[in-house]
């Protein structure tokens, strides 16, 4: 059975940093496409960063425009776990954030841990 498990969220001050975590039972992230989504009370899920399966020619990472330059995913296969360091995070980062594993057919979330930015 596939489980993925949030943890690092919590309260920060604007210009704050966090990092969350993300691991895994029941399969191997260097096997799937991770992503990081996040989702704001009254709106959408967004996307906020991906990282591509590995190869022999390593993985590929992507973050969206509004997160650039401040989170970065990453992930350490000796722990199969996903991390997204956060950095000067804003009020308008405050959301529910989820980790997501996709490969072909198989695409597994988990429950979320809320992070929120506020003084």
């Known amino acids: 059975q596939v489980q993925l498990v949030e943890s690092g969220g919590g309260l920060v001050q604007p210009g704050g940093s966090l990092r969350l975590s993300c691991a895994a039972a029941?399969?191997?992230?260097?096997?799937?496409?991770t992503s990081w989504h996040r989702q704001a009370p009254g709106k959408e899920r967004e996307w906020v960063a991906t990282?591509?399966?590995?190869?022999?020619?390593?993985?590929?990472?992507y973050v969206a425009d509004s997160v650039k330059g401040r989170f970065t995913i990453s992930r350490d296969n000796a722990k199969n776990t996903v991390y997204l360091q956060m950095n000067r995070l804003k009020p308008e980062d405050t959301a529910v954030y989820y980790c997501?594993?996709?490969?072909?057919?198989?695409?597994?979330w988990g429950q979320g841990t809320q992070v929120t930015v506020s003084s």
């Open positions: 997501n594993a996709v490969w072909r057919t198989s695409d597994y």
């Open positions: 029941g399969l191997t992230f260097s096997d799937y496409t």
């Open positions: 990282m591509t399966v590995m190869t022999v020619a390593g993985s590929t990472t």
